[in-house]
Every structure is written in structure tokens, then in C-alpha cells.
């Protein structure tokens, strides 16, 4: 039987907290090169859930470009949301 961590674990694992934002990024897939926009929802200093209509894929690094910050990312966790998919990663 396969076992899945609750989500009360993985809060409890956060050591930051997340503050909930609404801001336009431009993202760029640093393997491939690929530039694409996305939404930010959630941020702290160690992480970020953005939506974005491309898939990227998980263990991807991306540079990540909002407001005057430009930070380097990598995809831990990507799901299907409404309006593309919900995307979670780890800032360097």
C-alpha cells in the first residue's frame, strides 16, 4: 500500500512563512531557453507557487523575474489547476 504524507507534515516542514501575492512573472527554462509568463500566488524565501499555462518539468531550473528580482528556482511539484497548472519550486 502506498503511502502519501499529509498535508499537515508538509506545512509543518515550511520553515518560512508564505505570504499569498498576486504578481505577473517572466519565466525562463534555463535548459531548453524557453521564456514564459506566469502567475505568482504564493512566495516566502525559500519558495514560490506560481500558475502558468506551460508544463515544465519537475527537477527543472528556471530563472524566475518579478518586480526588481531575479531568482533561480527549481520545480519540486507540478499539478493541473484550472487555468494551466500550478507550479511549486525551491528559490536559490
Known amino acids: 500500500m502506498k503511502r502519501h504524507r499529509s498535508l499537515t507534515s508538509q506545512n509543518e516542514q515550511r ?6 501575492v498576486e504578481k505577473h512573472a517572466d519565466v525562463v527554462d534555463l535548459e531548453s ?3 514564459f509568463e506566469a502567475q505568482l500566488r504564493n512566495l516566502s ?3 514560490v507557487l506560481l ?4 508544463e ?4 527543472a ?3 524566475l523575474r518579478f518586480d526588481d ?4 528556482m ?7 489547476a484550472d487555468a494551466g497548472f500550478a507550479v511549486a519550486g525551491r528559490l536559490a
Not at 51 to 54: A, H, T, W
Not at 56 to 59: D, E, N, T
Open 61 to 63: 531550473d528556471m530563472t
Open 69 to 72: 528580482e531575479r531568482r533561480a
Open 15 to 20: 520553515r518560512d512563512e508564505r505570504v499569498s
Open 51 to 54: 500558475c502558468s499555462q506551460l
Open 74 to 80: 527549481r520545480v519540486l511539484r507540478v499539478t493541473r
Open 33 to 35: 531557453g524557453v521564456e
Open 45 to 47: 524565501s525559500e519558495g
Open 56 to 59: 515544465p518539468v519537475v527537477g
